[in-house]
């Protein structure tokens, strides 16, 4: 039997904006085994980044959680006071940014900013017991001379030194869950490759569970062991890596896989999937993708489509999947 | 033979380093340092590197956006260096360019008809009627409206703003167009119609490109022949296929090892390299690689490497890289 650690069930989450109310996430439903890594991958405007905001219940107005459950070890997070809440964000879950620039406050050390995590957390420690974890950790991801990088601000650090000093501050309460939030998108793909490598070397080392956002289809397919695709708030599939890019049932999946040139696999023209993202308020009632799809038809644009599974682990939400 | 567009020869571009109350030089930065190459007319030559490798300033450098601090371009078998005024404008006429972002591109106060009209305005072509008819027509042709002329750039998406910057750049029919990092403000889906446009394009109007990108799957996508960068040096240059088959220089190597492949399945990461770039303001001796190089010998501490071709099959191919002298004598 595989151990969940997180459970969202019917996650939904609005902006009341002056247009009218927009939901961002509409009613999502996905399940993260212990250990496992499950990226989530979608372009801009998908609602990506709201999930795991909505998860950590970072949303801010006009945005309001309007519905569903995060169940994370047992306990709905939906449920909680804000005062456990906060025990609960950087504690058990810990969240890493795109860009450690604005994540990290500019005007205290590195060294400073992990240690009020640390106090936030285990408040049975001693001030030279949080120091002492605070180089600890910095040593953890790699930064060489820890002892005196503490005393650094960020914008002492390269990019890649940044983001090492966000997950290490992440990391420094042990948390089970983990989500990263395009932690490399900012980063060149040398450093890209070792922020990768140092992801998953701490997931093994410390069991960690990882939701793992980003809209690059080739750091998806190498970190992940399952993959979500969003498209306008909704899942449109999840299934195992290999399965999903060998075997992409819904269009868009299909279609967004294609348009990306593919490293040693030459083709004359790319695919293309026709006009763009909607707006907000320009969503058909049923599938979201029914504009750009080729497939569509009159039954897409009224209802919405159920995710179902089609083979063993394979989730799709398409009237008529592909292949 | 194909004829060469563009050669340029021992190109560097420095930026003054100025500080304190006299704003007295204390230093350069060397963004671009001795890069020589050709430009063959009709391909797509691609400039890849990461950030900070100087493949953006020797864009601009190509177009005298920035003038060279010292170095040679010859434009069509003429010294574009030495030409000024009216005769620079018209040589200018010929080369355009196309930037990466396309919200800060477009003067937001301008209709997308005045952004169209300017190319034509400061070279004084196409007057009154003849003029809104092949803006019209340049619209139609990068996949747009020619209802779409009196709109403002707010209006449009990143990949439609991205199309009317591509309209401004081919107006007045050049033959070389430097595109720097187009796509890479788009989203994934939008890159793929953006690239299939420049394509088209380059087709259509038989035009060169030179593109610049940090993505190295899009330039295997889109280029004839790619120059690698590392601080402000090309360190290897070489057909596409020959390129990615054979990679010389250790930074193509673990550049091209580097790349997230779509559709392989979770597997263990392994970085490729570790370390990063050196400052270009105080840059390495010898090899500037050397610092992260995994086969440093004493050599590259010392010297710099010549970009030399080391490969008897493919005479295209040259790397600037101690390890293959042995081969070369």
Not at chain 1, 15 to 37: L, Q, W
């Amino acid at each position: 039997m595989k151990d969940k650690v997180v459970s969202v069930r019917g996650l939904e989450t609005t902006f009341f904006s002056k247009s009218g109310p927009f939901r961002a996430v509409n009613k999502i439903s996905y399940d993260i085994n212990r250990g496992e890594t499950l990226g989530i991958v979608g372009e801009s405007g998908c609602g990506k980044s709201v999930t795991s905001f909505s998860l950590m219940r970072l949303i801010e107005r006009p945005g309001q959680i309007t519905g569903g459950e995060v169940i994370l070890q047992g306990r709905d997070l939906m449920k909680l006071s804000e005062e456990e809440m906060e025990s609960v964000r950087g504690g058990e879950m810990a969240m890493i940014f795109q860009e450690p620039m604005t994540a990290l406050n500019p005007v205290l050390t590195i060294g400073r900013q992990i240690e009020e995590q640390i106090l936030r957390h285990k408040k049975n420690l001693s001030a030279a017991e949080v120091q002492e974890r605070a180089v600890e950790m910095l040593n953890l991801v790699g930064i060489p001379s820890p002892s005196e990088r503490v005393k650094n601000y960020p914008h002492q650090l390269s990019g890649g030194m940044r983001q090492r000093a966000m997950i290490a501050m992440a990391l420094s309460c042990d948390p089970k869950f983990l989500i990263a939030d395009e932690p490399t998108t900012a980063l060149d793909v040398t450093i890209q490759a070792q922020i990768l490598e140092l992801i998953q070397n701490l997931q093994e080392r410390f069991n960690m569970t990882v939701q793992f956002i980003t809209h690059d289809l080739g750091v998806i397919s190498e970190i992940s062991d399952r993959v979500m695709v969003m498209y306008g708030g909704h899942t449109c599939e999840i299934a195992e890596t290999q399965e999903l890019f060998s075997h992409p049932m819904h269009p868009y999946t299909a279609a967004l896989i294609s348009s990306r040139p593919k490293f040693g696999q030459r083709v004359n023209r790319l695919q293309t999937i026709e006009g763009s993202v909607p707006a907000p308020h320009e969503y058909p009632p049923g599938c979201p993708f029914t504009n750009r799809c080729p497939r569509a038809t009159a039954q897409c644009r009224a209802h919405k489509p159920p995710l179902t599974e089609l083979t063993p682990g394979h989730f799709v939400s398409c009237f008529h999947p592909v292949g | 033979m194909t004829e060469n567009i563009l050669e340029v020869k021992n190109i560097k571009k420095y930026f003054p380093i100025r500080k304190g109350l006299l704003l007295r030089e204390v230093g350069q930065v060397k963004a671009v340092d001795d890069v020589s190459f050709t430009v063959r007319k009709g391909e797509t030559l691609g400039l890849v590197g990461e950030s900070g490798c100087g493949k953006s300033t020797l864009g601009r450098t190509l177009i005298r956006l920035y003038e060279p601090t010292s170095g040679g371009i010859q434009f069509k078998g003429s010294d574009f260096l030495k030409v000024r005024g009216e005769k620079l404008r018209k040589m200018r006429r010929e080369m355009q360019m196309i930037f990466q972002d396309p919200y800060a591109s477009l003067d937001p106060r301008m209709t997308v008809g005045q952004i169209l009209a300017q190319p034509f305005e400061i070279h004084g072509m196409l007057p009154g009627q003849q003029r809104i008819d092949r803006i019209k027509q340049l619209l139609e042709t990068v996949g747009l409206k020619a209802s779409h002329i009196n709109r403002y750039p707010h209006e449009f998406s990143g990949g439609q703003r991205q199309r009317i910057s591509i309209a401004r750049a081919v107006a007045l029919n050049p033959e070389l167009v430097i595109a720097d990092e187009p796509v890479s403000a788009l989203d994934v889906s939008i890159q793929a119609q953006v690239l299939n446009l420049m394509k088209d394009l380059q087709e259509k109007l038989n035009l060169t490109y030179v593109f610049i990108s940090h993505d190295l799957s899009v330039i295997e996508h889109l280029c004839d022949r790619i120059a690698v960068m590392y601080l402000g040096k090309i360190v290897e240059i070489a057909p596409r296929d020959e390129l990615f088959k054979n990679p010389q220089h250790p930074y193509t190597q673990a550049l091209i090892a580097a790349i997230p492949r779509v559709g392989t399945g979770k597997k263990k990461m392994k970085k490729s390299l570790g370390g990063e770039v050196p400052s270009p303001i105080n840059p390495p001796s010898g090899c500037p690689f050397h610092t992260r190089c995994p086969h440093k010998m004493d050599i590259c501490v010392q010297k710099l490497p010549a970009l030399l071709n080391y490969n008897k099959n493919e005479d295209q191919h040259r790397t600037a890289c101690w390890l293959y002298e042995n081969v070369a004598k």
